[in-house]
């Protein structure tokens, strides 16, 4: 079966930090690359951080110096290491692999003040 399958997101306090993780199943992982993505409520679908196959990073603005996004090919796995979180980063957050294109059902993340 083809899918991606997100956990690690849950309620935390300003400031605290969470670890996301995306395994993937039924694809090629290592020839993906694959993006963490959020969506608050009432807002569009936004990328947070991207890595390639090959393993280079990239993050929005508001994602650069607070989160760390890594992979494990062996496990199948992305991580999204998020430090110093504000209640901003509120929002379900998914990952997305791009051969074939394919998201996960989400987990949510809430940051409280």
């Avoid at 989160?67 to 901003?88: A, C, E």
Wanted: proline content about 3%.
């Amino acid at each position: 079966q083809v899918r991606l399958v997100e956990s690690g997101g849950g309620l935390v306090q300003a400031g605290g930090s969470l670890t996301l993780s995306c395994v993937a199943s039924g694809i090629i992982f290592g020839l993906n690359d694959i993006g963490w993505y959020r969506q608050a409520p009432g807002e569009q679908r936004e990328l947070v951080a991207t890595i390639t196959s090959g393993g280079s990073t990239t993050y929005t603005t508001s994602a650069k110096g607070r989160f760390t996004i890594s992979r494990n090919n062996s496990r199948k796995t992305v991580y999204l290491q998020m430090n110093s979180l504000k209640p901003d980063d509120t929002a379900v957050y998914y990952c997305r692999s791009n051969r074939p294109i394919i998201w996960g059902q989400g987990t949510q993340v809430t940051v409280s003040s």
